[in-house]
Nanobody, 123 residues
Framework: VQLQAFGGGLVQAGGSLRLSCAAS????????MGWFRQPPGKEREFVAT????????YYADSVKDRFTISRDNAKNTVYLQMHSLTPGDTAVYYC?????????????????WGQGTLVTVSS
């Protein structure tokens, strides 16, 4: 499966942004999807994951109650709605996919990655 993330940009602190990740192929619903981010000078970190059907999600503590992951299997797309953004959320955001029925939180468990989209939050 090929993934393409988009929707990043420059936003002021307190603002909102929605990222999208479009997947190729006819088996999108077979994949758990995740969002990760890599802040400048830091390692890539887990943000959120959603299972194949969309009824199970899991978030990093740092984004819980601010970010929402969702998916539209008819459109082969996963979303990350971000609210109350802070400069600490500045990072390149990546989507990832793994063929499983479970939610997946570990970076090394994902099989496919998108190219990343940059989110910059100004203070």
């Amino acid at each position: 499966v090929q993934l393409q993330a988009f929707g990043g940009g420059l936003v002021q602190a307190g603002g909102s942004l929605r990222l999208s990740c479009a997947a190729s192929g006819r088996t999108f619903r077979s994949y758990a999807m995740g969002w990760f981010r890599q802040p400048p000078g830091k390692e890539r970190e887990f943000v959120a994951t959603i299972n194949w059907s969309g009824d199970h999600t899991y978030y990093a503590d740092s984004v819980k109650d601010r970010f929402t992951i969702s998916r539209d299997n008819a459109k082969n797309t996963v979303y990350l709605q971000m609210h109350s953004l802070t400069p600490g959320d500045t990072a390149v955001y990546y989507c990832a996919a793994k063929r499983t029925i479970l939610v997946v939180t570990q970076l090394q468990d994902y099989d496919y990655w998108g190219q990343g989209t940059l989110v910059t939050v100004s203070s």
